[in-house]
């Protein structure tokens, strides 16, 4: 064979020819040495003399820029990937290409986020205001899909990959997370030689927590989940005022005239959205005036309709642990956010990206309504509605000494205090106080003992 070969070509010339592709940062080497370089010669005896070696390889670039890390605000992402035969050969034979999308290996996240694949002239065509052509191929990642075609040596083909999550809802838990990695796999073919490459990236999800049903029935408190040694923060319709446009804050909390710290949770025109209305005035509604921008401010404004079915009014409870939520807006995607400090007033509340942030949670306690106390059976009772964020603890105020005098179940709608247990810090008027269990004063009271049992008085404050 050596004879015939001399015979055939008497001064061979010697090149090298490299098909090539190159996984982003990473070139795979798949066919190499003599041997191979003396198959692919012969397969282009027509156009190249002797071949000391060949290698055939497939090269991605830029796949990463399909990685994404989803919020509550931002469920779809476009990247691109470019495919290149950089062969180095005097060839001109083209080599077949295979390339397959899917995840590597099985994901939740993979089988909720949709990709729209199609090719393009420029990787600079793939942003997030390209048009998905009627041309593309969709499907879930989960599904996958395979695209061929076919390069000469130095072409390029070049993809938009769109990935888009259809609603927050489908990808919410309770961790607020999930991952999955999207992957690329290339291969090449020439006659009877092939070399493949892979190339993967990440997509997550981000604080984008499961969302929970709030109580619709009752007032609440609804206080940012921090406190400093002077006060605890209650949300707070500025002022007191009832006029549509005024800004809503985190105040001190109030322990009386707090109408307009109390709010209820009412069904709006979206399921699992709901609105917030003040009762200092109930016809006005918690509102991101109608803004998709991060650190647009918060205000109460004029109802939009019964139920409200304007997304700007609209609020979705995401439960990030237990009794902690934060309030994601259904028009921007946006958390609900409490300005940070010490002061009695912090200043208004904004909307700004989900971030995980403690001024992003909040903490939800009922208010106590028709709330009574009496004294009977040498005892003072106190009744409320039902409520739900129990169980509390009736917390006497004795000569500059708190004690806790009661505990009650969970979803007590009472409690009473024998009269004994007042009467021994002596005859006189204590102050009474009701704490919930998110440390959240929800009643005052007042109890009077009196020496053998006579003329003994309470009272009960709602604080309203």
Known sequence: MKRFLRRLIPSPRTTSGKLGIVAFLTTFIVLAGSTAGYAYWQSNLSTTSTVGAADLTLSTSNFTSVGYTFGNDSLVTTGSVTVTNSTVTTSTQSGAVSLVFGPNGASTLASKVTLALWSTASAADCTAAATVPGSATTVLWSTGTTVTTSLATNASAVYCLRSSIASRETVATSGGTLTFAPKITGTITLGTFTGSATATTTQSTQYIYSSVTPDTTHWNWIRPNFTNASYNYCLD??????????????????????????????????????????????????????????????????????????????????????????????????????????????????????????????????????????VANNNFTWAWTTATTGPYQVIVTHGGTNTVVANTVATASGVSVPYATISAYGTGTYTVTFVDTNGTTVGLGSVTANFLNLGNSCTANDLQ
């Not at 309030?327 to 904004?350: D, K």
């Open 237 to 374: 319709v500025s002022g007191a005022a009832t006029t549509s446009g005024t800004i809503v804050i985190s105040y001190g909390c109030k322990t009386s005239g707090a109408s307009n710290q109390n709010w209820k949770f009412t069904a709006s025109g979206s399921t699992g959205y709901f609105t917030i209305q003040p009762r200092n005035s109930t016809g006005l509604r918690v509102d991101n005036g109608s803004s998709t921008a991060s650190g647009a401010g918060v205000s109460v404004i004029t109802a939009a309709g019964t139920p409200s079915t304007a997304k700007n009014q609209q609020w979705q409870l995401q439960q990030v642990s237990a009794g902690v939520y934060q309030f994601v807006n259904a028009l921007s995607g946006l958390c609900l956010t409490t300005p940070s400090g010490a002061s009695q007033n912090l200043g208004q509340l904004t909307q700004t990206a989900c971030s995980g942030s403690q001024l992003q949670q909040y903490l939800i306690s009922q208010a106590f309504e028709s709330f009574t106390c009496q």
